[in-house]
Each structure stands twice: as structure tokens, then as C-alpha cells.
């Protein structure tokens, strides 16, 4: 809830207005875990909630529970994170030089089955509320107490098939964590028709759209594309490429693409070739992320020589590009896996 809801909701509740905005004060700045600790609301009031269903004031906020927690030895955090109705998420906090980016989930699970990917091999749960998004962000500021400075929704889940909540809860980070947009990117392997969905409702709910859209590409062509991203057979790449060009047009902003590099399948010079002709004349940036290996598969990471010499390929083609280091390897750093490698073996506290 933001502030004019929190507002409607204390006067719904027979207290003064004020209370609303002390309440944003303690749930957004200073990140409380249950009503009982916001103690600058009268204690009658307190335990007047916490005896109202659904189950006590814990759930009345609505924040998750820490399940695990795996740190690296560059500070790189994973969390994984309890949900109200028992399933698990992973959240990674990745600091750097002046920043501190929080990685998030959209869904739990994913129903988009990329090869590569180990949160695509347990299938789709469900997709996430609003406040199980925004939660991500503060229990990484609590866990590592830092500000985060920067958001992408490149954890598990699609966030293309729960576009509404991921909007609201970009509004919520801007508005209520006072995080900017321009610090926040979306990632999607592609869904079709939702693109300049996206963008129209994006300027609908946000009055902008300047957060940025990251495309996982992962091929320069139709074949070995599907051969990666099974999903891809129902959304040919012209097609996608299409949607991004209106997404930039609707938006004015230009989109990224990611290009996992799995050894000897995409990482050759021809790719980078045909990558660059696929993507002339496009506004974009092509963002290199070199395969962190998954217990059940046998792709091969990139021969550093390669991640090297496919960077060079596009820029001397004139494409922007850069390569992704990789962050928190000792931490299950694979999309999904700290959640599959600890799966069964997890009580919620
Ligand atoms: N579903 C969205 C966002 C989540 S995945 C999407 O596909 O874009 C975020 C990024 O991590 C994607 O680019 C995805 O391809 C990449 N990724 C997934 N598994 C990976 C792995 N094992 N190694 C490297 N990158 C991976």
C-alpha cells in the first residue's frame, strides 16, 4: 500500500490520517516485520489488529521470512525467501562500487522451460504479489543494510505473463522506497503480444516508462533459438524483434538484449556475425552473460578466448556491448538453483 492507501486505511480504522503516514514511515523507511513492532501506533490499536483475521499482525505486513541464506565471497547475498502460503523464492543482493543492485523474482517458479535455466526445470507455482516483490528489496536492505540502489527482475519467473503486479510494484519502489526508474530494468525472454502492452500500460500506471527492458535473446537465429528456448517456437524472432521496435517507439527507450554464451552452441565468431546483422540498424545494447553451469544439463561454459572474441566481433560491428561478470559463483549463482539444491530439506521457521 502507498501512502494515500495506508492513509483510507487508518481512518477505515477509526484512527486519525496521520497514523497512515507514520505507518508508511515504519513499514517503507525504517522496513518493520509485523504491526506489533510499529510502537509509535497506540498499543490498543495494536493489539486490536493482531487479534483480527487473517492470522495475527505477522500477516498483516506481509513480509516473508528468510528461509536460507548463502553469501559470497565478494558479498554477492542470495536469499531464499519464505512465502505466507509456504513456497520459496530466491532474492540476490550484488554489491558493487556505489551500488547495490537487488536481483528479483517475479513468479515463483517459471513456466517459460529455457534449457539453461534451473528454475524452468520445476515449472510455474504461481506468480507473485506486489508485496512479495517489494519485500525482495527491503529484506536484502535489512540482510545487508545498505541502501539498494539499483532493481532488475532477473530472478525467477517471467515477468512478462505478471506484468500488472510487476508495474504496481515498480511504482511502489519509486514512489514509496523513492528508487528511480531509470535504476530499474525488466527482463523477459519474450511473451508474444505482451511487449507494447507493456509500454502502453507502463505509461498508463507509471506516467513514464523509463525503467529498461532487457530482452533475452540468447541466438542470432530462429533454429538454434528454439533449440535453447523452447517457448520461442510459438514467437519467431522477426516477430519478437518487431514488438521490440515498437516497444522502443511507444517508450523512447532503447532495449537490451541478453546473449547467454553457452560453450561451442552460440559462442562462435559466426554468431557474433550473424548477431550484428540481426540486430543493424537496431538501438540497443547487447549485454553478454557467460553460462553459470546447472546440475541438469551439459552445456558448457564459454572458453574465456571466446566471451573475448565474440565482444570484439560486435563491436567492431558497431554493436554496444557488454559482458556481465559473473557475481557470487560460490552462491548457487544460476538463476533457481540455491532453491533446487536446498528443495525438501527447507522447514519455514
Ligand atoms: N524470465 C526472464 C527473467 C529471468 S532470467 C528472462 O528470461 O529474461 C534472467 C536472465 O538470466 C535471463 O537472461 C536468463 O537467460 C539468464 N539465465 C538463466 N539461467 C542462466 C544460467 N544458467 N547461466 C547464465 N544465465 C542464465
Redesign the pocket.
Known amino acids: 500500500m502507498g501512502l494515500p492507501a495506508l492513509e483510507h486505511w487508518a481512518t477505515a480504522h477509526g484512527q486519525a490520517a496521520f497514523r497512515g503516514r507514520q505507518l508508511h514511515d515504519w513499514l517503507y523507511a525504517k522496513g518493520v516485520r509485523s504491526l506489533e513492532g510499529v510502537t509509535v501506533l497506540p498499543k490498543a490499536f495494536r493489539e486490536h489488529l493482531a487479534a483480527q483475521p487473517p492470522s495475527g499482525a505477522f500477516d498483516w505486513i506481509g513480509r516473508s521470512r528468510e528461509l536460507h541464506r548463502s553469501v559470497a565471497r565478494d558479498g554477492t547475498t542470495k536469499l531464499l525467501l519464505g512465502t505466507a502460503d509456504g513456497l520459496s523464492i530466491e532474492t540476490v543482493g550484488i554489491p558493487a562500487e556505489g551500488r547495490l543492485t537487488v536481483c528479483v523474482s517475479s513468479q515463483v517458479g ?1 513456466p ?1 522451460a ?1 534449457r ?3 528454475t524452468g526445470k520445476g515449472g510455474l507455482q504461481r506468480s507473485l504479489a506486489v508485496h512479495e516483490i517489494v519485500d525482495q528489496v527491503l529484506s536484502v536492505r535489512e540482510v545487508m543494510d545498505a541502501r539498494p540502489s539499483h532493481v532488475v ?7 512478462l505473463l505478471n506484468s500488472e503486479a510487476v508495474l504496481d510494484a515498480i511504482h511502489c519502489l519509486c514512489t514509496d522506497l523513492g528508487m528511480a526508474q531509470r535504476q530499474i530494468t525488466v ?3 519474450g511473451v508474444p503480444k505482451t511487449l507494447p502492452t507493456l509500454a502502453e500500460r507502463a505509461l498508463e500506471r507509471l506516467g513514464r516508462a523509463q525503467f529498461t527492458l ?1 530482452v ?1 535473446l ?1 541466438a542470432p537465429d530462429q533454429r538454434l533459438r528454439e533449440e535453447l528456448i523452447p517457448t520461442a517456437h510459438a514467437y519467431p524472432l522477426e516477430a519478437l524483434l518487431d514488438d521490440c521496435r515498437r516497444y522502443v517507439a511507444i517508450t523512447g527507450r532503447r532495449v537490451s538484449f ?1 546473449y ?1 554464451l553457452l560453450g561451442g552452441l552460440n559462442d562462435q565468431p559466426r554468431h557474433a556475425v550473424a548477431l550484428a546483422q540481426l540486430l543493424r540498424g537496431f538501438q540497443s545494447h547487447v549485454n553478454l ?6 546440475a541438469e544439463e551439459e552445456f558448457q561454459r564459454p572458453a574465456p578466448g571466446a566471451v573475448e572474441a565474440f565482444r570484439q566481433a560486435l563491436q567492431q560491428r558497431h554493436v554496444a556491448v557488454s559482458v556481465r561478470a559473473s557475481r557470487g559463483l560460490d552462491a548457487d549463482a ?2 533457481g538453483q540455491l532453491r533446487r539444491r536446498l528443495e525438501g530439506s527447507l522447514q519455514p521457521a
Not at 527482475?153 to 515477468?159: S, T, Y
Not at 552473460?289 to 546447472?294: E, F, L
Request: hydrophobic share 40%; net charge negative; glycine share 6%.
Open positions: 517459471c517459460m529455457c539453461f535455466c534451473a527482475f532477473m530472478g525467477m519467473g517471467e515477468p527482463s523477459t525472454v532487457a533475452s540468447h541478453e547467454i552473460i557467460p553460462y553459470n553451469p546447472i544460476a538463476c
